[in-house]
């Protein structure tokens, strides 16, 4: 096209257009390399003078900063308005607090980006398009008190700009006036006598005639031979011209081709150059990071992606660019449009254009998925609860390793086996229909049942929840089974009972009797409850009689009588020999408790045959009521009811006595 265009122009216009061309480009360069020196010096001596300035007034502000005193340092920071470039100076003792502050009130406030507040701290000072930004350091014996953080219009030199600018165009003017005139007598001189030359190729050109141009003489001259060139020209042109057609053509169809495939591509598309700028991008790059696709041609492909390591990806994307490494399928945390993404980046060198396609997925969704499988698969392997997974026909899918411990048996001898053939040695497992039921009802069962160690050949006790999954799409079914191992509780709960229960009788014992009033005692109450000291009759005469074991058939019998003769929330203990006491809670009439009383005594007065022999006991009862408002101690209640019953046995035996008679009304 530039030889074409160049064609189109006459011989004079290609004689003194380079000319002028030349002439107006080398004024320009020489002119611009002297304005910018120049401009450049000025700059410069504006820092410097201003620089001199600000650590003058800096050493007057010394004293002022040491002494914390903001109204000396403003009077000091006046003298910048002798300057009246300078817009303002604002003394900073850190970086956010301002100490002191001068303004020129003619000129309004201006305030630095943040990048050019970086620069101008490592710098010393930048220039912005209108104005310089300095910072000075306060120093005072070699220690910084604060920095001047100053700000000085640019207008004055603007205007040195613009007289430098008005300059030049007058020389370039007078420079281009001269050029005219020289190239005028060289067109006196030179192209005249090729004008009919000159017209005929425009006639040519302008209306496509396809002839070529006649010669008129057979000289040999310039002119000849150029018509010569020009017929040669000509057709050489039609030949070019129809193959660019032809050839952009098929570029054209296969550019669209390649624009809808790439377009489709659900992957996200990027071609980068060797600088890390991005040439081409498709249109899912737009569901990925927050530019549209126009906007992300030219921006550096780091930054458009935006990764939370944003160095240790800038390292490698440059290995990358330099084909000295590739990205295969590597993961990269990034800040995209939904929040922190992960993408898996591919990339392939093109060698002919020397550029870089990348290929980005996002698989946040996925790569979350995965971590919380995993997660989810460490849990259930190490989760110190045995789990058991079931399908819907009861054939184990699933355990872990605390349930092969559990059951003490490999996993391989575990999977794809029925449940029942796993536990054949389980005598308190609950039935199938009993679970099934509550699945269905509920979803979910909890209970106790016994499991059958086959390795430690010991039976252990198991708190069992059992739950069904079903699936929302498929519907089928899955039982989950956690079982915890309860050994040690029931142990704690055997070795409890066994502390707080009589061996012979199976009563609770002391011990239980005072955790038991200890508890009732310390609550707030509006109850009355009943202490009854029961003491046998005679049972000394059936242990000397009929010896220890017949007595201590006796002391059983009269427990259970004891038991039979109280309400279901009153309780019997045994304290030593044929000693008992009966808690009555809570107490509504006295004469519900003498109506116990008596029936304790008419049960414990019955005949009991052992062995053939009648035998004869009695009970003698003592009463202490504790009221509510009673603090009386659980040592002195049981005194009390103690002494109760010595006053029933010495009135005659077999009687209650009641140690603090109560009012017959309904508590």
């Known amino acids: 096209m530039s030889k074409n265009w160049m064609n189109s122009l006459s011989l004079s216009q290609r004689l003194y257009l380079p000319l002028v061309f030349f002439v107006v480009v080398l004024f320009l360069v020489f002119q611009t390399l002297g304005s910018y020196k120049y401009i450049e010096s000025e700059k ?11 650590t003058g007034i800096g050493t007057n502000l010394t004293a002022a900063i040491q002494f914390d005193d903001p109204l000396t ?14 817009t303002s100076v604002s003394v900073m003792r850190d970086a956010k607090m301002v100490f002191a502050k001068y303004q020129n009130q003619k000129q309004p406030s201006v305030m630095p980006t943040e990048s050019e507040k970086e620069i101008a701290e490592r710098k010393g000072y930048i220039f912005s398009h209108n104005h310089l930004f300095m910072v000075v350091p306060v120093v005072f014996e070699e220690e910084e008190l604060a920095r001047l953080k100053v700000v000085v219009s640019l207008a004055a030199l603007e205007e040195i700009k613009t007289s430098q600018l008005e300059v030049s165009m007058y020389l370039l003017a007078a420079l281009v006036l001269l050029s005219f005139f020289v190239i005028h007598r060289l067109r006196h001189w030179m192209i005249s006598p090729i004008r009919q030359l000159n017209d005929a190729m425009i ?54 081709f390649a624009d809808d495939v790439i377009s489709t591509v659900q992957h996200a598309l990027v071609v980068v150059d060797r600088n890390g700028r991005i040439i081409l991008a498709n249109e899912s790059c737009a569901s990925l990071f927050p530019y549209s696709v126009p906007a992300m041609k030219s921006r ?12 240790a990806f800038e390292q490698k994307l440059q290995l990358v660019l330099e084909e000295r490494a590739q990205f295969n399928h590597e993961l990269i945390k ?18 002919h254009k020397q550029q870089i396609l990348f290929a980005l997925e996002d698989v946040t969704e996925k790569s979350q998925a995965e971590r919380q499988q995993q997660l989810a698969a460490k849990i259930f392997e190490n989760s110190n609860e045995a789990i058991l997974l079931l399908d819907n026909c009861g054939h184990i899918e699933m355990v872990n390793r605390a349930f092969c411990r559990l059951i ?41 049942c016994a499991i059958y160690n086959q390795q430690r050949q010991v039976s252990i006790p198991l708190q069992l929840k059992v739950s069904q999954i079903i699936d929302s799409e498929t519907r089928d079914s899955q039982i989950v089974v956690l079982a ?23 009563l609770p014992n002391r011990e239980f009797l005072h955790r038991y009033l200890i508890e009732k005692l310390s609550m707030p109450r509006l109850e009355t409850m009943a202490v009854l000291f029961i003491d046998l009759d005679g049972f000394k005469f059936v242990n000397d009689s009929y010896g220890h074991e017949i007595g201590d058939q006796v002391l059983q019998i009269v427990a259970k009588k004891l038991m039979m003769s ?39 007065s019955q005949p009991i045959n052992i062995k053939g022999h009648m035998i004869h006991v009695g009970a003698s009862i003592g009463c202490y009521y504790i009221e509510s408002n009673d603090v009386t101690g659980i040592d002195s209640v049981l005194h009390c009811a103690d002494m109760a019953m010595y006053q029933s046995k010495m009135q005659g035996k077999g009687r209650i006595t009641e140690f603090n008679r109560i009012d017959n009304f309904e508590f």
């Open 566 to 604: 109280v309400r279901q929330n009153d309780i019997v203990t045994r304290l030593a020999g044929d000693e008992f006491v009966a808690v009555l809670n809570p107490v509504k009439t006295r004469e519900s408790i003498l109506n116990i009383g008596n029936r304790i005594i008419n049960n414990i």
């Open 334 to 351: 990034a800040e995209g449009v939904k929040g922190t993404s992960i993408y898996q980046v591919v990339s392939q060198p093109l060698p």
């Open 300 to 311: 550096n492909f780091c930054k458009v992606i935006n990764p939370i390591e944003f160095e």
């Open 484 to 506: 915890s191992d309860i050994s040690s509780v029931k142990e704690a709960q055997r070795l409890a009972h066994i502390a707080q229960h009589d061996t012979l009788t199976h």
């Open 73 to 86: 340092a403003n009077e000091i920071l006046s003298a910048f308005c002798a300057d009246p470039m300078i």
């Open 44 to 54: 410069q001596n504006l820092v410097n003078r201003i620089n001199i300035l600000a």
């Open 408 to 448: 003490g048996l490999k996993r391989a001898n575990v999977i794809g086996k029925y449940y029942r053939s796993v536990l054949t040695e389980t005598d308190s497992l609950p039935m199938k229909k009993e679970i099934l039921m509550a699945l269905s009802l509920h979803q979910q069962w909890q209970g106790e």
């Open 203 to 256: 006639n040519v050109i302008h209306f496509n005639q396809t002839d070529t141009i006649k010669q008129t003489s057979d000289a040999k001259d310039e002119i000849n031979a150029l018509i010569d060139c020009f017929n040669t020209m000509i057709v050489k042109l039609n030949q070019r011209e129809s193959k660019i057609k032809h050839t952009i053509s098929q570029l054209e169809n296969e550019k669209a």
